[in-house]
Protein backbone atom coordinates (compact mmCIF):
# COMPACT_ATOMS: atom_id res chain seq x y z
CA UNK A 1 0.00 0.00 0.00
CA UNK A 2 1.35 3.36 -0.98
CA UNK A 3 0.43 6.52 1.06
CA UNK A 4 1.03 9.90 0.23
CA UNK A 5 -1.09 12.10 2.27
CA UNK A 6 0.00 15.35 0.01
CA UNK A 7 -1.92 14.14 -3.13
CA UNK A 8 -4.88 13.75 -3.81
CA UNK A 9 -7.47 10.90 -2.98
CA UNK A 10 -6.36 7.70 -4.71
CA UNK A 11 -9.59 6.61 -5.76
CA UNK A 12 -10.66 9.68 -7.38
CA UNK A 13 -6.70 9.74 -9.15
CA UNK A 14 -7.75 6.55 -10.36
CA UNK A 15 -11.26 7.55 -11.67
CA UNK A 16 -9.48 10.54 -13.53
CA UNK A 17 -10.73 12.83 -11.46
CA UNK A 18 -7.57 14.46 -10.06
CA UNK A 19 -8.62 17.46 -7.51
CA UNK A 20 -7.12 20.20 -6.46
CA UNK A 21 -5.28 20.89 -2.73
CA UNK A 22 -7.89 23.66 -1.81
CA UNK A 23 -10.66 21.11 -3.24
CA UNK A 24 -9.32 17.71 -1.28
CA UNK A 25 -11.34 17.87 1.74
CA UNK A 26 -14.36 17.70 -0.26
CA UNK A 27 -13.44 15.02 -1.96
CA UNK A 28 -16.20 11.77 -1.86
CA UNK A 29 -13.55 9.62 -0.10
CA UNK A 30 -13.15 12.49 2.56
CA UNK A 31 -16.11 13.88 2.58
CA UNK A 32 -18.45 10.75 3.40
CA UNK A 33 -15.87 7.57 3.53
CA UNK A 34 -13.33 9.44 5.79
CA UNK A 35 -10.88 7.51 4.25
CA UNK A 36 -7.09 8.96 4.13
CA UNK A 37 -5.88 10.91 1.30
CA UNK A 38 -4.31 7.65 -0.91
CA UNK A 39 -2.73 6.42 -4.09
CA UNK A 40 -3.12 2.56 -3.68
CA UNK A 41 -2.14 -0.46 -5.80
CA UNK A 42 -3.82 -2.58 -2.99
CA UNK A 43 -6.18 -2.38 0.39
CA UNK A 44 -5.36 -4.54 3.15
CA UNK A 45 -8.22 -5.98 4.51
CA UNK A 46 -8.83 -8.27 7.46
CA UNK A 47 -11.46 -10.37 7.98
CA UNK A 48 -12.63 -11.51 11.69
CA UNK A 49 -14.88 -14.68 12.47
CA UNK A 50 -16.33 -13.98 15.95
CA UNK A 51 -17.29 -16.94 18.15
CA UNK A 52 -20.23 -17.47 20.21
CA UNK A 53 -21.22 -17.87 23.79
CA UNK A 54 -21.73 -21.73 22.98
CA UNK A 55 -18.27 -22.48 21.61
CA UNK A 56 -16.72 -24.78 24.01
CA UNK A 57 -14.62 -26.78 21.75
CA UNK A 58 -12.47 -26.38 18.52
CA UNK A 59 -13.57 -26.00 15.15
CA UNK A 60 -14.16 -28.40 12.80
CA UNK A 61 -13.50 -26.56 9.68
CA UNK A 62 -12.89 -22.98 7.98
CA UNK A 63 -15.73 -20.42 7.65
CA UNK A 64 -17.38 -20.14 3.28
CA UNK A 65 -18.20 -16.44 3.66
CA UNK A 66 -14.90 -15.55 4.18
CA UNK A 67 -13.20 -17.85 1.71
CA UNK A 68 -15.88 -16.53 -0.72
CA UNK A 69 -15.24 -13.30 0.29
CA UNK A 70 -11.36 -13.48 0.28
CA UNK A 71 -12.04 -15.07 -3.12
CA UNK A 72 -13.52 -12.05 -4.94
CA UNK A 73 -11.08 -9.17 -2.97
CA UNK A 74 -7.93 -11.64 -4.17
CA UNK A 75 -9.06 -11.37 -7.68
CA UNK A 76 -8.86 -7.43 -7.98
CA UNK A 77 -5.20 -7.40 -6.36
CA UNK A 78 -6.03 -6.50 -2.57
CA UNK A 79 -4.80 -8.41 0.22
CA UNK A 80 -6.77 -10.40 2.86
CA UNK A 81 -5.89 -12.18 6.14
CA UNK A 82 -8.37 -13.76 8.42
CA UNK A 83 -8.43 -14.57 12.05
CA UNK A 84 -10.59 -17.03 13.60
CA UNK A 85 -11.39 -16.43 17.72
CA UNK A 86 -13.06 -19.61 17.47
CA UNK A 87 -9.77 -21.75 17.55
CA UNK A 88 -8.20 -21.72 21.10
CA UNK A 89 -4.74 -21.23 20.24
CA UNK A 90 -5.79 -17.61 18.47
CA UNK A 91 -6.55 -15.08 21.40
CA UNK A 92 -6.99 -11.68 22.44
CA UNK A 93 -3.40 -10.86 22.36
CA UNK A 94 -2.81 -12.62 18.96
CA UNK A 95 -5.34 -10.51 17.71
CA UNK A 96 -4.23 -7.19 19.11
CA UNK A 97 -0.49 -8.41 18.00
CA UNK A 98 -1.86 -8.90 14.38
CA UNK A 99 -3.52 -5.44 14.05
CA UNK A 100 -0.21 -3.78 14.99
CA UNK A 101 1.89 -5.95 12.75
CA UNK A 102 -0.20 -6.11 9.26
CA UNK A 103 -2.15 -2.61 10.09
CA UNK A 104 -4.93 -3.43 8.09
CA UNK A 105 -7.41 -0.83 6.07
CA UNK A 106 -10.26 -2.26 6.46
CA UNK A 107 -11.99 -5.04 9.71
CA UNK A 108 -14.61 -7.01 8.53
CA UNK A 109 -16.93 -9.10 11.21
CA UNK A 110 -19.51 -11.30 10.51
CA UNK A 111 -21.90 -11.42 12.95
CA UNK A 112 -24.95 -13.51 14.31
CA UNK A 113 -26.50 -13.55 17.93
CA UNK A 114 -24.38 -15.07 20.16
CA UNK A 115 -21.30 -13.66 18.79
CA UNK A 116 -22.33 -10.04 19.84
CA UNK A 117 -19.80 -10.26 23.10
CA UNK A 118 -16.68 -11.11 21.25
CA UNK A 119 -17.37 -8.98 18.45
CA UNK A 120 -18.03 -5.76 19.97
CA UNK A 121 -14.72 -6.35 22.18
CA UNK A 122 -12.53 -6.83 19.12
CA UNK A 123 -14.21 -3.86 17.43
CA UNK A 124 -12.55 -1.75 20.29
CA UNK A 125 -9.37 -3.18 20.47
CA UNK A 126 -9.65 -1.85 16.33
CA UNK A 127 -10.45 1.42 17.34
CA UNK A 128 -7.78 1.65 20.18
CA UNK A 129 -4.89 0.54 17.63
CA UNK A 130 -5.63 1.45 14.09
CA UNK A 131 -7.67 4.29 12.18
CA UNK A 132 -9.13 1.14 10.24
CA UNK A 133 -12.56 1.18 8.73
CA UNK A 134 -14.85 -1.46 10.59
CA UNK A 135 -17.05 -3.05 8.10
CA UNK A 136 -20.36 -5.44 9.54
CA UNK A 137 -22.07 -8.23 8.14
CA UNK A 138 -23.97 -11.99 8.35
CA UNK A 139 -27.32 -12.53 9.21
CA UNK A 140 -27.94 -10.44 12.49
CA UNK A 141 -26.70 -7.40 10.21
CA UNK A 142 -28.93 -7.85 7.82
CA UNK A 143 -32.17 -8.63 9.92
CA UNK A 144 -31.21 -5.30 12.17
CA UNK A 145 -29.02 -3.32 9.46
CA UNK A 146 -29.79 -0.19 10.80
CA UNK A 147 -29.37 -0.57 14.66
CA UNK A 148 -25.81 -2.13 13.67
CA UNK A 149 -24.92 1.27 10.99
CA UNK A 150 -26.24 3.64 14.15
CA UNK A 151 -23.32 2.15 16.59
CA UNK A 152 -20.27 4.53 16.46
CA UNK A 153 -17.90 1.30 16.23
CA UNK A 154 -19.15 0.24 12.86
CA UNK A 155 -18.50 2.45 9.80
CA UNK A 156 -20.05 0.25 6.78
CA UNK A 157 -22.59 -2.64 6.65
CA UNK A 158 -22.94 -4.67 4.56
CA UNK A 159 -26.67 -6.96 4.23
CA UNK A 160 -27.09 -10.26 2.19
CA UNK A 161 -23.87 -11.30 0.21
CA UNK A 162 -20.36 -9.04 0.31
CA UNK A 163 -18.09 -11.52 -1.94
CA UNK A 164 -19.69 -8.92 -4.96
CA UNK A 165 -20.27 -5.81 -3.47
CA UNK A 166 -17.51 -5.58 -1.27
CA UNK A 167 -15.09 -5.27 -4.23
CA UNK A 168 -17.55 -3.14 -6.24
CA UNK A 169 -16.82 -0.84 -3.02
CA UNK A 170 -13.36 -0.57 -3.34
CA UNK A 171 -13.76 0.01 -6.90
CA UNK A 172 -15.31 3.82 -5.98
CA UNK A 173 -14.40 6.47 -8.52
CA UNK A 174 -15.77 9.01 -5.83
CA UNK A 175 -19.13 9.89 -7.33
CA UNK A 176 -22.29 9.57 -4.45
CA UNK A 177 -24.28 7.86 -7.22
CA UNK A 178 -21.64 4.76 -7.71
CA UNK A 179 -21.83 4.11 -3.56
CA UNK A 180 -25.88 4.38 -3.83
CA UNK A 181 -25.35 1.89 -6.68
CA UNK A 182 -23.63 -0.79 -4.24
CA UNK A 183 -25.61 -3.70 -3.66
CA UNK A 184 -26.35 -4.07 0.30
CA UNK A 185 -23.99 -1.51 1.10
CA UNK A 186 -24.99 0.53 4.15
CA UNK A 187 -23.28 3.66 5.56
CA UNK A 188 -23.67 7.06 6.88
CA UNK A 189 -23.55 10.44 5.68
CA UNK A 190 -24.49 13.70 8.36
CA UNK A 191 -25.58 11.27 10.74
CA UNK A 192 -27.86 10.26 8.01
CA UNK A 193 -28.29 6.44 7.25
CA UNK A 194 -28.08 4.93 3.71
CA UNK A 195 -28.78 1.27 2.97
CA UNK A 196 -29.41 -0.48 -0.55
CA UNK A 197 -30.92 -3.10 -1.63
CA UNK A 198 -29.07 -6.26 -1.50
CA UNK A 199 -26.93 -7.43 -4.30
CA UNK A 200 -27.87 -10.44 -5.96
CA UNK A 201 -25.92 -12.42 -8.08
CA UNK A 202 -27.64 -14.34 -10.60
CA UNK A 203 -25.16 -16.46 -12.70
CA UNK A 204 -23.20 -17.60 -9.64
CA UNK A 205 -21.06 -19.94 -11.54
CA UNK A 206 -19.66 -16.24 -12.03
CA UNK A 207 -18.52 -16.40 -8.15
CA UNK A 208 -14.80 -17.18 -7.81
CA UNK A 209 -14.49 -20.55 -6.04
CA UNK A 210 -13.53 -20.15 -2.30
CA UNK A 211 -9.96 -19.17 -0.94
CA UNK A 212 -8.80 -21.47 1.34
CA UNK A 213 -5.00 -20.07 1.33
CA UNK A 214 -5.96 -17.76 4.09
CA UNK A 215 -6.68 -20.13 6.88
CA UNK A 216 -4.53 -21.95 8.53
CA UNK A 217 -5.81 -25.02 7.74
CA UNK A 218 -3.76 -26.97 10.08
CA UNK A 219 -5.67 -25.53 13.04
CA UNK A 220 -8.83 -27.05 11.90
CA UNK A 221 -7.02 -30.62 11.13
CA UNK A 222 -2.82 -31.23 11.70
CA UNK A 223 -3.79 -33.28 8.76
CA UNK A 224 -5.19 -31.07 6.51
CA UNK A 225 -6.43 -33.73 3.80
CA UNK A 226 -8.95 -34.89 6.48
CA UNK A 227 -10.76 -31.39 6.53
CA UNK A 228 -14.38 -32.09 5.60
CA UNK A 229 -14.27 -29.03 3.64
CA UNK A 230 -17.62 -27.19 2.83
CA UNK A 231 -19.32 -27.05 -0.22
CA UNK A 232 -22.08 -24.30 -1.68
CA UNK A 233 -23.91 -25.32 -4.63
CA UNK A 234 -26.88 -23.15 -4.69
CA UNK A 235 -27.49 -20.01 -2.58
CA UNK A 236 -30.94 -19.15 -0.63
CA UNK A 237 -34.07 -21.84 -0.11
CA UNK A 238 -37.24 -20.87 -2.66
CA UNK A 239 -39.53 -22.17 -0.12
CA UNK A 240 -41.36 -19.74 2.49
CA UNK A 241 -41.59 -22.23 5.89
CA UNK A 242 -43.12 -19.25 8.21
CA UNK A 243 -40.05 -20.36 10.91
CA UNK A 244 -37.26 -20.03 8.57
CA UNK A 245 -35.09 -16.85 8.35
CA UNK A 246 -33.20 -17.89 5.27
CA UNK A 247 -35.98 -15.92 2.92
CA UNK A 248 -35.40 -12.67 4.60
CA UNK A 249 -31.43 -12.92 4.68
CA UNK A 250 -31.00 -14.50 1.44
CA UNK A 251 -33.33 -13.24 -1.26
CA UNK A 252 -33.71 -15.54 -4.19
CA UNK A 253 -32.76 -18.86 -4.97
CA UNK A 254 -29.82 -19.53 -7.04
CA UNK A 255 -27.58 -22.84 -8.21
CA UNK A 256 -24.64 -23.98 -9.50
CA UNK A 257 -24.07 -25.45 -12.61
CA UNK A 258 -23.04 -29.14 -11.79
CA UNK A 259 -19.70 -28.95 -14.37
CA UNK A 260 -19.03 -25.68 -11.85
CA UNK A 261 -19.70 -27.39 -8.70
CA UNK A 262 -17.31 -30.78 -9.65
CA UNK A 263 -14.45 -28.33 -10.99
CA UNK A 264 -14.37 -26.92 -7.61
CA UNK A 265 -14.41 -30.52 -5.73
CA UNK A 266 -11.57 -31.30 -8.02
CA UNK A 267 -9.36 -28.23 -7.27
CA UNK A 268 -9.86 -28.62 -3.69
CA UNK A 269 -9.12 -32.86 -4.10
CA UNK A 270 -5.83 -31.81 -5.93
CA UNK A 271 -5.02 -28.83 -3.85
CA UNK A 272 -5.40 -30.39 -0.45
CA UNK A 273 -5.43 -34.06 -1.12
CA UNK A 274 -8.97 -34.14 0.70
CA UNK A 275 -11.53 -37.01 0.19
CA UNK A 276 -14.42 -35.13 2.11
CA UNK A 277 -16.75 -32.70 1.70
CA UNK A 278 -19.83 -31.07 2.81
CA UNK A 279 -22.77 -29.54 0.83
CA UNK A 280 -24.02 -26.41 3.10
CA UNK A 281 -26.43 -25.26 0.73
CA UNK A 282 -30.21 -24.62 2.69
CA UNK A 283 -31.49 -26.81 -0.10
CA UNK A 284 -29.78 -29.40 -1.37
CA UNK A 285 -31.62 -31.72 -4.64
CA UNK A 286 -34.10 -29.19 -5.18
CA UNK A 287 -33.15 -29.95 -8.83
CA UNK A 288 -33.88 -33.72 -9.05
CA UNK A 289 -31.89 -33.54 -12.63
CA UNK A 290 -28.96 -31.58 -11.73
CA UNK A 291 -28.53 -33.11 -8.29
CA UNK A 292 -28.35 -36.50 -10.94
CA UNK A 293 -25.90 -34.06 -12.93
CA UNK A 294 -23.24 -33.33 -10.22
CA UNK A 295 -23.39 -36.97 -9.21
CA UNK A 296 -22.80 -37.90 -13.14
CA UNK A 297 -19.92 -35.29 -13.45
CA UNK A 298 -18.07 -36.66 -9.98
CA UNK A 299 -18.20 -40.07 -11.14
CA UNK A 300 -17.16 -39.19 -15.01
CA UNK A 301 -14.12 -37.40 -13.31
CA UNK A 302 -13.09 -40.16 -11.35
CA UNK A 303 -12.89 -38.39 -8.46
CA UNK A 304 -12.67 -41.21 -5.50
CA UNK A 305 -14.01 -38.63 -2.27
CA UNK A 306 -17.01 -38.82 0.36
CA UNK A 307 -19.48 -35.78 0.76
CA UNK A 308 -22.60 -35.64 3.13
CA UNK A 309 -25.61 -33.34 2.95
CA UNK A 310 -25.68 -31.41 6.37
CA UNK A 311 -29.28 -30.22 5.79
CA UNK A 312 -32.02 -28.90 4.34
CA UNK A 313 -32.28 -31.59 1.80
CA UNK A 314 -35.71 -31.69 -0.22
CA UNK A 315 -37.80 -34.40 0.54
CA UNK A 316 -39.64 -34.30 -2.76
CA UNK A 317 -36.80 -34.89 -4.62
CA UNK A 318 -35.78 -37.89 -2.46
CA UNK A 319 -36.55 -41.11 -4.78
CA UNK A 320 -34.27 -43.82 -4.57
CA UNK A 321 -33.28 -43.06 -8.39
CA UNK A 322 -31.73 -39.87 -6.99
CA UNK A 323 -30.24 -41.43 -3.63
CA UNK A 324 -29.03 -44.32 -5.24
CA UNK A 325 -26.78 -42.21 -7.51
CA UNK A 326 -25.85 -40.24 -5.20
CA UNK A 327 -24.00 -43.25 -3.63
CA UNK A 328 -22.69 -44.43 -6.30
CA UNK A 329 -21.08 -41.04 -6.63
CA UNK A 330 -18.98 -40.85 -2.64
CA UNK A 331 -22.69 -39.56 -0.54
CA UNK A 332 -22.21 -41.35 2.69
CA UNK A 333 -24.96 -39.01 5.00
CA UNK A 334 -27.82 -36.37 4.08
CA UNK A 335 -29.85 -34.80 6.40
CA UNK A 336 -33.43 -34.05 6.31
CA UNK A 337 -35.79 -31.62 7.85
CA UNK A 338 -38.56 -33.84 9.23
CA UNK A 339 -39.96 -30.75 11.63
CA UNK A 340 -42.92 -32.73 12.83
CA UNK A 341 -45.15 -35.71 11.63
CA UNK A 342 -48.47 -34.48 12.49
CA UNK A 343 -49.68 -33.63 9.16
CA UNK A 344 -51.73 -30.30 10.31
CA UNK A 345 -48.66 -28.61 12.10
CA UNK A 346 -46.73 -29.51 8.87
CA UNK A 347 -49.21 -27.60 6.69
CA UNK A 348 -49.53 -24.27 9.02
CA UNK A 349 -46.07 -24.11 9.32
CA UNK A 350 -45.93 -24.44 5.38
CA UNK A 351 -43.86 -27.35 5.56
CA UNK A 352 -43.51 -28.21 1.03
CA UNK A 353 -43.16 -31.87 1.84
CA UNK A 354 -45.99 -34.35 3.14
CA UNK A 355 -45.45 -36.49 5.91
CA UNK A 356 -45.63 -39.58 3.10
CA UNK A 357 -42.61 -37.71 0.94
CA UNK A 358 -40.79 -37.18 4.41
CA UNK A 359 -41.37 -41.50 4.81
CA UNK A 360 -40.36 -41.65 1.28
CA UNK A 361 -37.00 -40.07 1.50
CA UNK A 362 -35.79 -41.87 4.58
CA UNK A 363 -36.85 -44.90 3.39
CA UNK A 364 -35.29 -44.56 -0.47
CA UNK A 365 -31.91 -43.20 1.32
CA UNK A 366 -31.67 -46.32 3.62
CA UNK A 367 -32.83 -48.59 0.79
CA UNK A 368 -29.15 -46.96 -1.03
CA UNK A 369 -26.74 -46.99 1.91
CA UNK A 370 -26.76 -43.94 2.78
CA UNK A 371 -26.85 -42.67 6.80
CA UNK A 372 -29.86 -40.75 7.75
CA UNK A 373 -29.76 -37.51 9.54
CA UNK A 374 -33.68 -36.03 10.60
CA UNK A 375 -34.35 -32.68 12.18
CA UNK A 376 -37.42 -32.39 14.38
CA UNK A 377 -38.42 -28.99 15.97
CA UNK A 378 -40.37 -29.14 19.06
CA UNK A 379 -43.11 -26.50 19.70
CA UNK A 380 -43.81 -25.63 16.66
CA UNK A 381 -47.84 -24.17 16.07
CA UNK A 382 -50.46 -26.19 16.61
CA UNK A 383 -48.38 -28.82 18.54
CA UNK A 384 -48.79 -30.54 21.87
CA UNK A 385 -46.79 -32.87 23.96
CA UNK A 386 -48.73 -36.18 22.66
CA UNK A 387 -48.24 -35.10 18.98
CA UNK A 388 -44.10 -34.53 19.82
CA UNK A 389 -44.47 -38.16 21.21
CA UNK A 390 -45.47 -39.33 17.30
CA UNK A 391 -41.99 -37.82 16.24
CA UNK A 392 -40.58 -40.71 18.28
CA UNK A 393 -42.42 -42.96 16.41
CA UNK A 394 -41.51 -42.23 13.44
CA UNK A 395 -37.95 -41.87 13.78
CA UNK A 396 -37.98 -45.68 14.53
CA UNK A 397 -40.50 -46.60 11.93
CA UNK A 398 -38.41 -45.20 9.32
CA UNK A 399 -35.12 -46.43 11.15
CA UNK A 400 -33.79 -42.86 11.01
CA UNK A 401 -29.87 -43.43 11.80
CA UNK A 402 -29.21 -39.80 13.29
CA UNK A 403 -32.35 -37.68 14.66
CA UNK A 404 -31.71 -34.62 16.25
CA UNK A 405 -34.24 -32.19 17.81
CA UNK A 406 -34.18 -28.88 18.85
CA UNK A 407 -36.95 -26.44 21.05
CA UNK A 408 -38.62 -23.80 17.90
CA UNK A 409 -36.69 -20.40 17.62
CA UNK A 410 -38.42 -17.42 16.61
CA UNK A 411 -36.08 -15.75 14.24
CA UNK A 412 -37.06 -11.46 13.71
CA UNK A 413 -38.46 -11.08 10.76
CA UNK A 414 -39.96 -14.30 10.43
CA UNK A 415 -44.03 -15.21 9.91
CA UNK A 416 -43.61 -17.45 13.35
CA UNK A 417 -42.23 -14.44 15.01
CA UNK A 418 -45.84 -12.72 14.17
CA UNK A 419 -47.39 -15.38 15.36
CA UNK A 420 -46.47 -15.52 18.65
CA UNK A 421 -46.57 -11.76 19.11
CA UNK A 422 -50.24 -12.50 18.63
CA UNK A 423 -51.49 -15.95 19.50
CA UNK A 424 -48.80 -17.28 22.13
CA UNK A 425 -47.18 -16.15 25.77
CA UNK A 426 -43.65 -15.23 24.99
CA UNK A 427 -40.98 -16.17 27.67
CA UNK A 428 -38.46 -13.98 26.53
CA UNK A 429 -38.23 -10.11 26.13
CA UNK A 430 -37.94 -10.53 22.28
CA UNK A 431 -36.67 -7.01 21.97
CA UNK A 432 -34.48 -7.01 24.65
CA UNK A 433 -32.84 -10.71 23.76
CA UNK A 434 -31.62 -8.82 20.24
CA UNK A 435 -30.25 -5.29 21.55
CA UNK A 436 -27.96 -4.38 19.60
CA UNK A 437 -28.75 -0.28 20.78
CA UNK A 438 -25.16 0.25 22.17
CA UNK A 439 -21.44 -1.93 21.97
CA UNK A 440 -21.78 -1.31 25.52
CA UNK A 441 -24.38 -3.60 25.70
CA UNK A 442 -23.47 -7.08 24.45
CA UNK A 443 -26.37 -9.32 23.17
CA UNK A 444 -28.59 -10.58 26.43
CA UNK A 445 -29.39 -13.53 24.12
CA UNK A 446 -28.76 -16.38 26.57
CA UNK A 447 -27.32 -19.71 25.52
CA UNK A 448 -30.72 -21.42 27.45
CA UNK A 449 -32.76 -19.88 24.66
CA UNK A 450 -31.45 -23.14 22.41
CA UNK A 451 -32.82 -25.39 24.75
CA UNK A 452 -35.52 -24.00 26.78
CA UNK A 453 -38.80 -22.77 25.12
CA UNK A 454 -39.00 -19.36 24.22
CA UNK A 455 -42.87 -18.94 24.42
CA UNK A 456 -46.10 -21.21 25.11
CA UNK A 457 -49.71 -21.83 24.14
CA UNK A 458 -52.60 -22.83 26.25
CA UNK A 459 -52.63 -26.35 25.10
CA UNK A 460 -48.88 -26.64 25.36
CA UNK A 461 -47.26 -25.47 28.46
CA UNK A 462 -43.64 -24.36 28.81
CA UNK A 463 -43.22 -27.28 31.08
CA UNK A 464 -44.56 -30.23 28.80
CA UNK A 465 -42.47 -28.52 26.00
CA UNK A 466 -39.70 -28.88 28.24
CA UNK A 467 -40.71 -32.27 28.46
CA UNK A 468 -41.04 -33.06 25.50
CA UNK A 469 -38.06 -31.49 24.49
CA UNK A 470 -36.36 -33.67 27.04
CA UNK A 471 -37.95 -37.10 26.28
CA UNK A 472 -37.90 -36.27 22.63
CA UNK A 473 -33.71 -36.10 22.69
CA UNK A 474 -33.15 -38.98 25.51
CA UNK A 475 -34.72 -41.85 22.93
CA UNK A 476 -33.15 -40.21 20.00
CA UNK A 477 -29.34 -40.33 21.45
CA UNK A 478 -30.56 -43.89 22.86
CA UNK A 479 -31.87 -44.68 19.45
CA UNK A 480 -28.62 -43.35 17.91
CA UNK A 481 -26.10 -45.21 20.07
CA UNK A 482 -27.28 -48.40 19.72
CA UNK A 483 -27.56 -47.70 15.77
CA UNK A 484 -23.75 -47.13 16.49
CA UNK A 485 -22.35 -49.71 18.97
CA UNK A 486 -25.34 -52.03 18.51
CA UNK A 487 -27.67 -53.24 20.72
CA UNK A 488 -26.39 -54.61 23.70
CA UNK A 489 -23.21 -51.94 23.72
CA UNK A 490 -25.43 -48.97 22.81
CA UNK A 491 -27.28 -48.51 26.13
CA UNK A 492 -24.10 -48.96 28.52
CA UNK A 493 -22.84 -46.05 25.95
CA UNK A 494 -25.79 -44.16 26.73
CA UNK A 495 -25.67 -44.58 30.11
CA UNK A 496 -22.05 -43.55 30.28
CA UNK A 497 -22.51 -40.79 27.98
CA UNK A 498 -24.79 -38.87 30.96
CA UNK A 499 -21.21 -38.31 33.04
CA UNK A 500 -20.09 -35.09 31.08
CA UNK A 501 -16.25 -35.67 31.56
CA UNK A 502 -17.30 -38.92 29.58
CA UNK A 503 -19.43 -37.60 27.62
CA UNK A 504 -16.36 -34.92 26.28
CA UNK A 505 -14.24 -37.48 25.67
CA UNK A 506 -17.21 -39.29 23.28
CA UNK A 507 -17.89 -36.50 21.62
CA UNK A 508 -14.58 -35.87 20.62
CA UNK A 509 -13.84 -40.05 19.57
CA UNK A 510 -17.21 -39.64 17.60
CA UNK A 511 -16.10 -36.32 15.65
CA UNK A 512 -12.91 -38.64 14.82
CA UNK A 513 -14.95 -41.16 13.53
CA UNK A 514 -16.79 -39.11 11.53
CA UNK A 515 -19.40 -37.62 14.32
CA UNK A 516 -23.15 -38.32 14.21
Request: aromatic share 12%; hydrophobic share 35%; net charge positive.
Given at each position: ??????????????????????????????????????????????????????????????????????????????????????????????????????????????????????????????????????????????????????????????????????????????????????????????????????????????????????FTLSSYKKNV???????????????????????????????????????????????????????????????????????????????????????????????????????????????????????????????????????????????????????????????????????IDFFKEVKID???????????????????????????????????????????????????????????????????????????????????????????????????????????????????
Amino acid sequence: LFRSYNTSCGACFIGNLRISTENRNNCFHQKVLKWPNISFLKMKVLLVQPTDKTSNYSPKRPVLWAAYVSATLKKEGHDVKFFDCRLKEFNDVEFKELLKSYNPDFVCFSIVALTHDCTFRYMKYVRELLDAKIIAGGPEVTTFPEDFLKLKLINFIFIGAADISFPKFLRLNGKNEELQGIGGFGYKENDKIHINKKAEVYNIDDVPFPDWDIFTLSSYKKNVSRIEFPIQSARGCPHNCIFCSVPSIVPSYRMRSANNVVDELELIHKKYGTKKFQFQDDNFGMSKQRTLEICDEIIKSGLKIKWSVAQGFTAQSGSYEVFKKMKEAGCTTVGIGVESTDPEVLKFVRKPASLQQLKDAFINAKKAGITTKGFFIVGLPGSTYEKEMKNIDFFKEVKIDIPRFGNVMTYPKTELMDWVKKNAKSLIDFDEARNVTSENVASSVDTDMLIKPVFETDDFSSEDRMKAFNKCNEEAEKWALNNLFGKFVGPVAYKFSRVKFIRDIGEKVLDLMGGI
